[in-house]
């Protein structure tokens, strides 16, 4: 499984259609987004391929002027702890992203 973070930018009057275009996305979520058009949002893919075509598909719809990676954390076993397969899609995003945070901030790559 491959989790990525992603950045996009879009015009400010268009924030809820873009925000609502992701959201309805299967395998993308919105975490969150500022009144500039500014949105943080993870893509969640079977591979770095995968990923990076759904990337390509976020690029390309309407509204978005800009969609760029940010981060990503890659589960090369295909194995999850135990406290991230239970939880719920969304909240095993948030676990991952947190991790790659602290890994960060660790000067861990």
Do not use: F
């Amino acid at each position: 499984m491959n989790i990525s973070g992603i950045v996009v930018a879009c015009r400010p009057e268009d924030l809820s259609g873009t925000t609502e275009a992701l959201d309805a996305l299967p395998w993308a979520e919105v975490h969150y987004s500022d009144p500039r058009g500014r949105l943080v949002a993870t893509i969640e893919a079977a591979d770095t391929d995968e990923s990076m075509t759904r990337l390509g598909e976020v690029q390309a719809l309407p509204r978005v002027l800009m969609a760029e990676l940010a981060g990503y954390y890659l589960d090369e076993d295909g194995q999850q702890d135990s406290a991230a397969a239970e939880a719920a899609p969304s909240e095993t995003n948030r676990n991952r992203l947190r991790q790659l945070s602290t890994r960060r901030e660790k000067g861990e790559s």
